[in-house]
Each structure stands twice: as structure tokens, then as C-alpha cells.
């Protein structure tokens, strides 16, 4: 993020530091890096400054975190045995491949960092690429981010800090002061780069406490205020400050008012802080293109089938039943009785001279089989139409009678269709996902055409689409049919160079949603650009420039993998 990368390191290592002086007022630390000598280098310190921490995964069960009755093990030993949880005890976590948590597995550990108890999360993501990200619910609580993308081995800093001075420095946290204008500078701060959440400042002041208490200081001073902003504000930070801010109003507040009782954790002074010393302080460390990467949250993405029918969900609640598995009871899994039973019959010719004492079935934690099921999800098949051109009509024609065919077995397959339609400068969602047969009739009876061919929006509505169906269970696809002449760009953009790097942009948006696409190009002959637009989009290429509404449909059925 910064382009000093020997910065990076050194206000990594601080970072670490100072979440070993304070960990439960801190939170923790979210590092994205891939997995790599770079990395292990950097985490070297964690073993020695957490030496209680425990590692945890995506993989990571209810049973694990909060403990209770361990059924394998009780019926293993006849009574029975109850398991200590992670968050029971307060204790330092490393979670790796923290890109790949699941919503319900973060909500847990975000109520274990609520709790109060003194748990401490690191959070190792190895997303590679932007939507691959570890769970905003989990990184807005952690004080601290660091990301080694760029930097070589030779510019790893040493730990300076020796463990000596971070258990004085544990020891002197709860005597630091802080003026009584320093939550309101913190706060004022962070508003002004469009830091919306209030943990924000409150971390910034632990960051502050932590860093006077470091540096053997017996109040919070303006370098432990530098510290605190730069290495929580940054990477929050979703916009600029502008110039024309003021304010005076806020320094006049300080000055008046004038408090009746003193804090017990505040001093009756006033810290001196220049109007502009905390934003410079931040913008010093701020990435040179920190308005394109704006904070947003993400998910791992994950492998997607493309299978007729819609996407394949394994799952142990619904579905189509799955063969029983070898497994565990951990809160999650059912139990498979019959499949259980049949495992632990054979032996227990074996068990019983073992254990002659007890009575009845003698089962082990490796009998136990547990349910699966496959869920088959309903397929959307979304169609972005090309209406623009002399041509139009001919090709509305087209995708009318494709739609019609697809939906006549909507209800044997579990399709659902949609219709996109791109002509002038804008794209419109004619037919919204249904599998009504006599409203898709209705809806494609006077789709209109000409104008331009704005190739990018058409994309771009789709993609939108696709989302929010995915978001609903569905497992959308996408089928283009245009001619590739792509000369309407995004709005705000004009020319043809610019529309067709808006489309390649667009395509590209795709790809990452992981979907299953095709295009065809309706065009007299085969269109290089359209093309090369299929193999940035990750789509099959289909020409069929005479295509009929059987002949479309059957191409697209096959193409989507239907």
C-alpha cells in the first residue's frame, strides 16, 4: 500500500509491538500476503510475543470455539466428555487463509472480539486478488493492516523492540493520561477522510495509549497521536480531505468548554495539536492511488459448476442424499445412525472382551458417519441483446423465440430467464428473472431497436444482475448475442477505443463472478474483436450469423452446459 516498502516492514513490526502491549484494546492484526518466505519472515515475532496463540482455519468447527459434549469421544468412553472451547479462555488466534471465512464463522469470532474476554485475532489473508479479502466483519475490529505485496526479502526489518520493554510497557498502560482534547482531534480526523465507523477513533486512542506506554511516556503526545492515525486511519481512510474545511468552531469548543470532573484516564491539560498536523500525518502514508481502491469488502471467491441445472451445493440439511462419510459431530453434522452402526458392528467381538464391563453397542469416534446431501440450485439463464442496427429486429426475433423455447421446459429444468436489451447509450432489463411463460410474452412483445451498440452497459447490466441472482440461491449465466461492433462507451467516456475498453473491463468483471458465459456473434462473418472479447471473459465463442430460435437455443443450452 505504501511506496516506501522498507516503511511497510517498519510499520509492521511497530504494529505487532504494539498489539503485544495491548492486545485486547487493539483487537489485532489483518496481514495480506501470500504464503511465502516473505511472509514467515515477518511472522517470526508472533511465536515469541504470543507464545499461547492458536491457530484456527475456515475449517473450524462450533464445538472447537465454544466447547461442549464431545459425542465421539463420549461414546468412546462410556461417559461423558465435555471439550474446552477457543473462546472460552482468552487467548491470542491465528486464523489462516482468512480469505476463505464463511459469514457464520466470522460472526462468531466478531461476537468472541465483542466479548469483552481478551481475545486477540490475527488475521493471515493470502487473497490474490481484490474480491478475495478476509471479512470486513473481522478486519473493521482489528486496529492494525499490513500488506507485503512488493517487498523483497533484503528489506525485511528486525525486531527492535525487546520483550523486556513491551512487559513494562504492559505493565506502566494503565497509568498513561490522555489531554482531554484528544478523542475529539481522533474523531474529527476520521470524519474528515470518510471514516464512518466510531471503532475507529476508539482504536486510534488505544494505538496512542499503547505507543506512550512503548516509549515510557506518562501521557499521550503528539508523535504517539502521528502513530496512532497512520497505522489505523490509513488503510481506512475512503476519501480526501478538502481544503475548504474548517475548523475553528472545533477549536473554540476545546477551549471553552471546560469540564466540571476530570476522567480518571485524563489530565486537565490540553494537547497543542496544529489543525492539519493528523491529516498530513495521514496523507504521509496514504497509497499514491488511494481513490481507486476505495475500502469495500469482499469474499473469497470460490469455484462455481456450470451444470445445466444450476450449481451443485453440498450441503447436510436438503438435497439429493449422498453417500455417508467418515466424519465428526461437531454441532454442524448429522449423524448417519444405520451407517454408523454398520460400521461398529464388526467389531465388537473385540470391544466387549476389551470392555467387558459395559452393556450394549460399544461405538468409536472412527464409526461415526455423518449425512450429506447435494442441493441442486435453480439456473438463470440472463440474455443481453444486442438492439441496436438495421439488424435489430432480426435479432430480437431471434432471442424471442430462444427465450419462449427455454421457458417451455422451465419447470422439467428449473430455468429461469431473463432479457437484457442495449441500444442508444443505456442498457434496460426488459424481462426480469421469471419463469412465467405468458408474462415473458407479454414483456417481449414490443422491444424496440436502433441507435448505437453500447456493448460495455450491456455487460455491465448483466454482471449487476447476475449478482443480485446469485445472491438469492440462483446460479446464473450469461448469454450475449451482438454483432461486436462495440461504439458506445460507459457514460462519462466518448469514442470507439473508449467503448471497447469499457466492454474488455466489463468482460473482465465477469470472469472474476466466476460464471458460466457465452457469446454469439450474430454478425455475416466472425468478428476478431468479438473474439478476443470471449477470451477476456472467459465465455465461449459461438457464430452463428443465421441462427434460427431452435438453433439459438440449442447453442446456448449447450454452451451453458445445460
Request: charged share 25%; glycine share 8%; with cysteine.
Amino acid at each position: 500500500m505504501i511506496e516506501d516498502r522498507t516503511g511497510i516492514q517498519v510499520q509492521g513490526q511497530l504494529a505487532l509491538s504494539l498489539l503485544a502491549v495491548d492486545p485486547v484494546g487493539l483487537g489485532g492484526l489483518h496481514l495480506r500476503s501470500r504464503a511465502g518466505p516473505i511472509r514467515d519472515r515477518f511472522c517470526e515475532p508472533i511465536k515469541s510475543l504470543f507464545p499461547n496463540a492458536r491457530r484456527i482455519a475456515p475449517s473450524t468447527s462450533d464445538l472447537q470455539l465454544f466447547g461442549g459434549i464431545d459425542v465421539g469421544e463420549t461414546l468412546t468412553q462410556g461417559k461423558v466428555v465435555r471439550s474446552t472451547g477457543l473462546l472460552e479462555t482468552p487467548k491470542p488466534l491465528v486464523f489462516t487463509m482468512a480469505e476463505r471465512c464463511e459469514p457464520s464463522l466470522a460472526a462468531r469470532l466478531a461476537q468472541g472480539l465483542d466479548s469483552g474476554l481478551g481475545h486477540c485475532l490475527i488475521l493471515l489473508d493470502e487473497g490474490a486478488e481484490d474480491d478475495e479479502i478476509a471479512p470486513r466483519t473481522l478486519a473493521e475490529r482489528l486496529a492494525f493492516r499490513v500488506e507485503l505485496e512488493g517487498l523483497r526479502h533484503v528489506e525485511l526489518a528486525q525486531m527492535v523492540v525487546s520483550h523486556a520493554s513491551i512487559r513494562d510497557a504492559q505493565n506502566h498502560l494503565g497509568t498513561i493520561t490522555i489531554p482531554k482534547n484528544v478523542p475529539e482531534a481522533l474523531a474529527v480526523t476520521a470524519a474528515r477522510f470518510g471514516i464512518l465507523s466510531l471503532r475507529a477513533p476508539l482504536l486510534a486512542l488505544a494505538t496512542a495509549r499503547a505507543n506512550a506506554a512503548l516509549n515510557n511516556r506518562n501521557s499521550v503526545s503528539e508523535d504517539d497521536l502521528q502513530v496512532a492515525v497512520q497505522l489505523v486511519y490509513a488503510h481506512r481512510a475512503t476519501q480526501m480531505p478538502t481544503d475548504d474545511e474548517d475548523t475553528p468552531e472545533e477549536d473554540t469548543t476545546t477551549q471553552d468548554d471546560q469540564p466540571d470532573a476530570q476522567s480518571p484516564d485524563q489530565d486537565g491539560s490540553d494537547l497543542t495539536l496544529p489543525d492539519e498536523l493528523l491529516i498530513e500525518a495521514v496523507k504521509a502514508i496514504l497509497p499514491f492511488d488511494i481513490l481507486a481502491h476505495l475500502e469495500g469488502s469482499g469474499r473469497a471467491k470460490t469455484a462455481s459448476g456450470s451444470g445445466g441445472a444450476g450449481q451443485k451445493k453440498r450441503g447436510n440439511r436438503r438435497g439429493r442424499p449422498l453417500p455417508s462419510q467418515p466424519g465428526r459431530l461437531d454441532g454442524g453434522n448429522r449423524i448417519d445412525l444405520v451407517a454408523t452402526l454398520r460400521a461398529a458392528v464388526p467389531w465388537q467381538t473385540i470391544r466387549k472382551r476389551q470392555h467387558p464391563e459395559r452393556t450394549g453397542v460399544q461405538i468409536r469416534q472412527s464409526d461415526i458417519h455423518v449425512r450429506s446431501f447435494q442441493e441442486m440450485s435453480d439456473r438463470l439463464v440472463i440474455f443481453a441483446v444486442d438492439a441496436s442496427g438495421s439488424s435489430a429486429v432480426a435479432r430480437l426475433a431471434e432471442a424471442k423465440g430462444a427465450v419462449e423455447l427455454m421457458l417451455a421446459d422451465a419447470y422439467a429444468r428449473r430455468d429461469h430467464v431473463a432479457l437484457i436489451a442495449f441500444r442508444g447509450d443505456s442498457a434496460d432489463l426488459i424481462l426480469p428473472p421469471t419463469r412465467s411463460l405468458v408474462q415473458t410474452k407479454r414483456r417481449l412483445a414490443g422491444l424496440p431497436g436502433g441507435g448505437g451498440t453500447p456493448l460495455a452497459s450491456g455487460l455491465k447490466a448483466a454482471a449487476e444482475l447476475a449478482k443480485r441472482a446469485k445472491s438469492q440461491g440462483l446460479s446464473p449465466s450469461i448469454a450475449v448475442l451482438t454483432d461486436g461492433r462495440a461504439n458506445v462507451p460507459l457514460p462519462g467516456r466518448t469514442g470507439r477505443a473508449a467503448a471497447n475498453e469499457d466492454a474488455h473491463a466489463m468482460a473482465r468483471h465477469i470472469r472474476g463472478l466466476n460464471l458460466s458465459s457465452a457469446i454469439i456473434d450474430t454478425s455475416v462473418r466472425p468478428h476478431r474483436d468479438l473474439q478476443a472479447l470471449c477470451d477476456v471473459m472467459g465465455a465461449r465463442y459461438i457464430a452463428l450469423p443465421r441462427a434460427d430460435s431452435k438453433g439459438l437455443s440449442r447453442a446456448i443450452d449447450t454452451a451453458l452446459g445445460g
